[in-house]
């Protein structure tokens, strides 16, 4: 069965740093492309990074561009956000989820980023 | 950066009617490989989200034959044929054409 678990979300403050880690279980992590995708409580999803299957590969949304850095260790199945200069609008459910055919076919059930002073 | 707009906002329906929903792009999505990179996604209350139809009309593996999609190009359709109280959560479409990716506002379902 496949399953994803993020970890890593805490409260920060403004301008702190975390990083998040997504575990992938049940299937072939090294061979399916990531995406780290967030979603303010009560309101829309919105993309955040991806990464191929070498981790050679990345994009990120504008918002995030420059501050967050997604990789990932295929030794250990884990695929990582680090997120750097927090701000209060970065605060949301942040989810990783695999991407087959370029949709994302399973999702984590999210982990919870806050940052306030 | 891709626009994704979708309509309705909010979308009330009576069980075992049909219900559609319309996702248009502000770029075509057709890649050279002939596959119209739209997603529909759907997000049950307290849940992940969970895909529905990748490449505009493949419907995902369990994802029951009710749903369909369609469309090509810039405008894309999710249909219910028939409602079923289970139905009810927020539904997304997303552009996987071209980082960065984008999703439409949603749109949320309920039952009347």
């Known amino acids: 069965e496949v399953q994803l678990v993020e970890s890593g979300g805490v409260l920060v403050q403004p301008g702190g740093s975390l990083r998040l880690s997504c575990a992938a279980t049940g299937y072939i992590f090294s061979t399916y492309w990531m995406h780290w995708v967030r979603q303010v409580p009560g309101k829309g999803l919105v993309w955040v990074s991806r990464?191929?299957?070498?981790?050679?590969?990345?994009g990120y949304a504008d918002s995030v561009k420059g501050r967050f850095t997604i990789s990932r260790d295929n030794a250990k199945n884990t695929l990582y956000l680090q997120m750097n200069s927090l701000r209060a609008e970065d605060t949301a459910v942040y989810y990783c989820?695999?991407?087959?055919?370029?949709?994302?076919?399973?999702w984590g059930r999210g982990t919870l980023v806050t940052v306030s002073s | 950066d891709i626009v994704m707009t979708q309509s309705p906002v909010s979308l009330p329906v009576t069980p075992g009617e049909p219900a559609s929903i319309s996702c248009r792009s502000s770029?075509?999505?057709?890649?050279?490989?002939?596959?119209?990179?739209l997603d529909w996604y759907l997000q049950k209350p307290g849940q992940s989200p969970q895909v529905l139809i990748y490449w505009g009309s493949n419907r995902a593996s369990g994802v029951p034959d009710r749903f369909s999609g369609s469309g090509a190009g810039t405008d894309f359709i999710l249909k219910i044929s028939r409602v079923q109280a289970e139905d009810v959560g927020v539904y997304y479409c997303?552009?996987?054409?071209?980082?960065?990716?984008?999703f439409g506002q949603g749109t949320k379902l309920e039952i009347k």
């Open positions: 997303m552009q996987g054409l071209q980082t960065p990716y984008t």
């Open positions: 770029q075509s999505l057709l890649h050279s490989n002939g596959y119209n990179y």
């Open positions: 989820a695999r991407d087959v055919a370029g949709a994302n076919d399973y």
């Open positions: 990464i191929n299957e070498h981790g050679t590969i990345t």
